[in-house]
């Protein structure tokens, strides 16, 4: 299945905890790639692989996954935080990607 | 630093091909694949699919039977090319870069062009 599904929206507190979860069929075999948009700008890389972290992005930022269910963890939120974010994986055949539904993230 | 720029009409008519070309910057466009993804307004992402520096293409089945992507390594630039647009295919259009890496992660998409609006009206 190419469907990956993201909860609407989040919010969190300053300097709080938030996850952000992607669930899909995919996500039992595969990693998912996180990525971060906010309005007007180019979307930025957060997380790839394993919990790798591209560099300069804060170690606030730290994925897990679990069965069909890979999240995306802030720990301690700050308010350049504040955006949209999507997860990526692929297909079986390793030809194909595809974007979870989209999560925006409102910190408080 | 590996900057990508979208450029290419910003308003297609309806039933036409939509045409985009990405230029690649401060790195060399060889040996990686590169990326069409696409956002309507108010929704999501889409991938639309993705070429190497080879030619060899990858589309999203449910765009396949309208999309066409090519690659001019001399001009270090990509293209992409959606046939008979509908005011479904108006979105900000991003390009980016799809670097590999491992079986279990695949590819990942580590450089991004600013993206384009293209809104399809008569």
């Known amino acids: 299945s190419s469907e990956l599904t993201q909860d609407p929206a989040v919010s969190v507190a300053l300097g709080q905890t938030v996850r952000i979860t992607c669930q899909g069929d995919s996500l039992r075999s595969y990693y998912a790639s996180w990525y971060q948009l906010k309005p007007g700008q180019a979307p930025v890389l957060v997380i790839y692989g394993k919990n790798n972290r591209p560099s300069g992005i804060p170690d606030r930022f730290s994925d897990s996954s679990s069965g069909n269910t890979a999240s995306l963890t802030i720990t301690g939120a700050q308010a350049e935080d504040e955006a949209d974010y999507y997860c990526n994986s692929r297909d079986s055949s390793g030809n194909h990607q595809f974007f979870g539904t989209g999560t925006k993230v409102t910190v408080l | 630093q590996v900057q990508l720029q979208e450029s290419g009409p910003g308003l297609v008519k309806p039933s036409e091909t939509l045409s985009l070309t990405c230029t690649v910057s401060?790195?060399?466009?060889?040996?990686?694949?590169w990326s069409w993804i696409r956002q309507p307004a108010g929704k999501g992402l889409e991938w639309i699919g993705r070429i190497y520096t080879s030619g060899s293409t990858n589309y999203n089945p449910s765009l396949k039977s309208r999309v066409t992507m090519s690659v001019d390594t001399s001009k270090n630039q990509f293209s992409l090319k959606l046939s008979s647009v509908t005011a479904a295919d108006t979105a900000v259009y991003y390009c980016a870069r799809a670097k590999y890496y491992d079986f279990w992660s695949g590819y990942y998409f580590d450089y991004w062009g600013q993206g384009t609006l293209v809104t399809v009206s008569s």
């Open positions: 401060g790195g060399s466009i060889s040996s990686y694949y």
